[in-house]
């Protein structure tokens, strides 16, 4: 693992890491499975988080041996169902669906000058990060729509530490997903994983909470760790 002294920026998921928008892709997933048959599972929950729009509902078909049921149209109407339904209940988020600790980690890490940016699978971030009122923390935002893979792919975390002019060991990626420290780990960057401790067991670094998220924290594990 890198050396805490060395690291200069921190690159951030944002569904499920700075907000519980992570429930509302499950919700509209969900409806979606139950419209075309397919059994949800918490494993088919958990494997769908960080992976893109059309990547999701391909994993969705396949789940339920649909894979070859449906033209590139229907697959498309689909898509575009979930996400309405998903605007539909993100559709009253402020500033107070951030996550606890959220806040005042941006706030330490804008005061000690690292550089930060949002590497979310999301089409919708900028939407979310206007909702939270966030967007004065994130000027920089990896565009998906840009990218040739998504998560578990490195290429959003290598892409987030080239927009912050760093090396990939200057740098940190936190996430709530598998797939996502799959990512940030074949980035060659330093990951830090939010929640299950079993879900997230590739991380180099988990914190149960997004409240156990500090500088102090950081640097304390990474030293254990070394
Ligand atoms: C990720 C979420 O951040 O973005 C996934 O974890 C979601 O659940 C993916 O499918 C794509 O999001 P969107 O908003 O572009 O459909
Ligand atoms: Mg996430």
């Known amino acids: 693992m890198a050396n805490f002294k060395d690291i200069k920026g921190f ?44 990547d999701s509902l391909e994993m969705i078909l396949k789940a339920g ?6 033209t590139e149209e229907e697959k498309i109407r689909f898509a575009a169902k979930k996400n309405d339904n998903y605007l539909t209940l993100i ?32 089409k919708n971030s900028p939407i979310i990060l206007e909702k939270l009122d966030l967007v004065k923390y994130f000027p920089i935002v990896v565009d998906p729509s840009k990218l040739k893979k998504g998560k578990p792919d490195p290429e959003i975390y290598v892409r987030g530490a080239e927009l912050l002019h760093l090396k990939p060991e200057e740098c940190i990626g936190i996430e709530d997903a598998a797939a996502g420290i799959q990512a940030i780990n074949g980035a060659g960057e330093t990951s830090i994983g939010i929640g299950d401790a079993t879900e ?3 991380a180099d ?7 156990d998220m500090t ?3 950081i640097e304390a594990a990474m030293k254990i760790n070394a």
């Open 11 to 54: 690159i951030f998921d944002l569904d499920g890491v700075i907000t519980l928008t992570s429930k509302y892709h499950g919700q509209a997933w969900h409806q979606l499975a139950d419209e075309l048959g397919v059994t949800w599972t918490k494993a088919l929950a958990d494997g769908l988080k960080g992976i893109s729009r059309m």
């Open 65 to 70: 041996n649909k894979e070859n049921d449906y």
């Open 91 to 122: 559709g009253k988020m402020t500033d107070e669906d951030i996550l606890p600790g959220i806040p005042a980690f941006l706030k330490d890490l804008a005061a000690h000058n690292y550089k930060i940016c949002l590497a979310s699978a999301s």
């Open 200 to 202: 997230l067991s590739a």
């Open 205 to 211: 670094i988990r914190f149960a909470r997004t409240t």
């Open 215 to 217: 500088l102090v924290n």
